[in-house]
């Protein structure tokens, strides 16, 4: 998950209960400041009638169909004396001008006439108005409470993105990072202190590691060419050696298990020092390649070399294939992939070639799936193979990124499939 949206889910989580918290206070809040304005009315009225019929005057009439009616009953010391003289409540009254019971907010109120009698007074208001306006705020707070959460998520959203900005320019930088490669310098234009210290970090670490890769290619390259000679005159002493002294068959024996060594040795030499050349970008010549053409020439020659193992090999050309690639390294890269699917092929097996569009596909029979994460590393061997160096994959693979070559590995239908595909 993408930090931004866990700090979205993160911050929902805090949100939630404190905004449902704040919607439900606010919601009895209003409830109880409605009963307040209704109650102070409802007072406001009692007291006008107490007056009123204490003083002997008129009595407002009796369910006049506005919103107050009133109802005065004499009661009894005994019953003044066990009931609240104040008391507020919620009930059903019936209305005759409307020929229906509604809810309504009640007080009632027991007082003493001027000749010491006891009446219970009873206000009534309708509060069928107040429910629904209870309703109404009821549903706004639910509706601006969603709102309201989405907006604050969504504002933090764009908040934070626009914050981390820096952060994903440097993670899109190193996305396209390639060591070795012309590469850009790390983005770096922000004021955020910490995203400047983050930025000069980064482009510390990749110019202490471009310069540990570009010794280590250094490396690799001298040795390899300074190897060149005394390897080759191991080679010839070895081979005066046989031609040229009396030996016994266990010392022939080992002189050729020796030159078969140098030999590994030799081609690994070659191979390391052309990886280097790869890296270095030292075939800048090009001309025009026909894969198909170059892929027969190599069938050939691999159905020869492996002869023994009676491996049947299949070439379908859906259309031609012509690339600009320097001759030398379409040369390697076929190879390598050609005799990789020899080698790593039981007998009596088949491979398979295909062109279609402008992707390669050599398919080989085999049982169980390569690991398709550390195949194309160099000296990875999945399964040892004598006279392997253990570069065949990884040279392809470096060739394939020299010319921005797509190189794929997949296992089904009971075959490995290498593809490449040019752009």
């Known amino acids: 998950m993408k930090l931004i949206y866990r700090i979205a889910l993160r911050l929902s989580l805090v949100l939630l209960p404190l905004m449902a918290l704040w919607a439900t206070l606010f919601y009895f809040t209003m409830v109880d400041e409605i009963n307040d304005e209704a109650d102070d009315t409802l007072e406001d009225y009692s007291e006008l009638i107490i007056m009123r ?26 019953y003044a004396l066990e009931h609240p003289h104040i008391d507020y409540y919620d009930a059903e009254i019936y209305i005759p001008e409307k020929d229906e019971t509604e809810p309504a907010r009640i007080l009632t109120t027991i007082f003493q006439d001027n000749d010491g009698k006891y009446y219970e007074l009873q206000v009534a208001t309708p509060t069928f108005e107040k429910d629904d306006l209870l309703d109404a705020i009821l549903n706004w707070i639910i509706f601006l409470y969603i709102l309201l959460l989405i907006t604050v998520i969504g504002l933090t959203i764009w908040v934070f993105q626009r914050s981390m900005r820096p952060l994903y320019a440097l993670l899109k930088w190193f996305d396209n990072y390639t060591p070795g490669q012309n590469n850009t310098i790390v983005p770096n234009n922000t004021t955020i202190s910490e995203f400047r210290k983050l930025n000069t970090a980064a482009q510390q670490a990749i110019t202490r590691s471009e310069e540990l890769f570009d010794r280590q290619k250094q490396f690799i390259g001298n040795a390899s060419h300074e190897l ?18 009396d030996l016994n068959e266990a010392q022939i024996g080992e002189l050729l298990k020796m030159q078969q060594t140098l030999g590994h040795i030799v081609r690994l030499n070659k191979t390391l020092l052309l990886l280097t050349k790869i890296d270095n970008g030292q075939f800048p010549e090009s001309k025009e390649i026909n894969i198909p053409e170059l892929i027969q020439e190599q069938i050939a020659l691999y159905n020869e070399i492996y002869e023994s193992k009676e491996i049947r090999c299949t070439a379908t050309y859906d259309n031609p294939l012509t690339v600009q690639m320097n001759e030398s390294l379409a040369r390697t890269l076929i190879t390598n992939l050609l005799k990789n699917a020899y080698l790593h092929t039981a007998k009596n097996s088949h491979i398979a070639i295909t062109v279609t569009n402008r992707t390669l596909t050599i398919a080989n ?31 392809a693979d470096a060739i394939g990124k020299y010319y921005c ?5 997949d296992f089904y239908g009971k075959q490995h499939h290498f593809s490449v595909t040019w752009p």
């Open 53 to 78: 019929m204490l003083a002997g005057r008129e009595l407002p009439s009796l369910n006049n169909g506005s919103n107050n009616s009133y109802s005065i009953i004499p009661v009894d010391e005994t």
């Open 228 to 245: 060149q000679t005394p390897l080759a005159i191991l080679g010839n002493r070895i081979e005066w050696i046989l031609d040229n002294t």
């Open 365 to 395: 029979d085999g049982e169980t799936p390569l690991d398709a994460e550390h195949i194309f590393e160099r000296f990875y061997q999945g399964a040892k193979k004598q006279g392997s160096t253990g570069l065949g994959l990884a040279l």
């Open 405 to 409: 070559l797509q190189i794929a590995y």
